[in-house]
């Protein structure tokens, strides 16, 4: 099984500053990793898909990179209501894993 | 428009059944798989399996293999998620989503909770 490990597990920023998380995957996963928001009593929503692209209604200021086993999740200016665990999210030969996820603080 | 709309929540008793539901409209139901994820309190997201409604072709995560059960009805757009006898470490959030490559539309999710 595929292991994806997330850091760091907590990020506090002021509004504005940048943001970048990281996805590790104890395994080549190529490009098939996917990235989610999930606020406080919500459901997930997917943010970024095949490791850089953006999903559909999705603010410019997400993106994505990566490939093979390291992968960054970036908010170029953090807005409050960023606020949320961020996961990521592997496909591969018929499973499917998430990373333990990153906490989003608003300083 | 793309839903997914969950069955409500549910107090259950340990040794008890259930079966949840998963309803999707907006878009050919038959054409996508449907997965489900579960979320233990104050936990991450788990995925437990999926399933391709028009054949009931299912893939189980191993962790859930045996535990659960995924069904689906082409005929009503809905698929299921059964339990034959609940543990109390079965309380969670369970969500099920339309999967396009990746989770793409996600259902509200449906809250068991399993107490004595």
């Known amino acids: 099984e595929i292991v994806l490990t997330q850091s760091p597990a907590t990020l506090s920023l002021s509004p504005g500053e940048r943001a970048t998380l990281s996805c590790r995957a104890s395994?080549?996963?190529?490009?098939?990793l996917a990235w989610y928001q999930q606020k406080p009593g919500q459901a997930p929503r997917l943010l970024i898909h095949d490791a850089s692209s953006r999903a559909t209604g999705i603010p410019a200021r997400f993106s994505g990179s990566g490939s093979g086993t390291d992968f960054t999740l970036t908010i170029s200016s953090l807005e409050p209501e960023d606020v949320a665990v961020y996961y990521c999210q592997q496909r591969t030969n018929w499973l499917f894993t998430f990373g333990g996820g990153t906490k989003v603080e608003i300083k | 428009e793309v839903q997914l709309v969950q069955s409500g929540a549910e107090v259950k008793k340990p040794g008890e059944s259930l079966k949840i539901s998963c309803k999707g409209s907006g878009y050919i139901f038959t054409s996508y798989w449907i997965g489900w994820v579960r979320q233990m309190p104050g936990k991450g997201l788990e995925w437990m399996g999926v399933i391709y409604p028009d054949d009931s072709d299912t893939r189980y995560s191993p962790s859930f293999q045996g535990q659960v059960t995924i069904s689906a009805d082409k005929s009503i757009n809905t698929a299921y998620l059964q339990w034959s006898s609940l543990k109390a470490s079965d309380t969670a959030m369970y969500y099920c989503a339309r999967l396009d490559g990746t989770f793409d539309y996600w259902g509200q999710g449906s809250l068991v909770t399993v107490s004595s």
């Open positions: 395994q080549s996963v190529s490009s098939y």
